[in-house]
């Protein structure tokens, strides 16, 4: 490594391997502080995405959440309108079955008063025949008397 001398190893060459041992550190060193710059960089970085990739998993959730109540709310709105729909089809269903029984109703007692009508009518054209006969004999009766 190093060549001797008359008192041991060349001074020179044991000073100027220490000066490039002492800048090979020197370089290392200030690589070490480099690398530990970028480490604590990188780490901040991670830092940084691990936060960002929380936030994200959260808003995700939370999208999730929302996306799952508004199609619950969704699901119940519609079964609402369907059962609104229901009863106010049935309400229209009973009000029409009523409405045809009020007409049946009435067409039936309609049809009575044209039977009593008819009936009294018939009576009375009856009562006029009667009459309009009655005076026919009492006419002839009096022409029989007059003569």
Known sequence: F??????G??????DEFLDRVAEDIQEYALRCVDLERSVAR????????DNLK???QETLLMAQKS????EEAAAKQ???????????AEQIVQEAA???????REVLRLKHIKQEFRAEFRALLSRFASLA???????????????
């Open 2 to 7: 190093f060549s001797r001398g008359m008192r």
């Open 67 to 70: 996306a799952e109540a508004k």
């Open 78 to 88: 519609a079964e609402s309108l369907i059962s609104e729909a229901r009863v106010k």
């Open 54 to 56: 929380e936030t994200l």
């Open 9 to 14: 190893y060349s001074v020179n060459e044991v």
């Open 133 to 147: 006969e009655g005076d026919d004999e009492i006419l002839s009766e009096g022409e029989g008397a007059s003569l």
């Open 42 to 49: 990188l780490e901040e970085q991670i830092k940084e995405y």
């Open 98 to 104: 009523a409405a045809r029984e009020a007409e049946r």
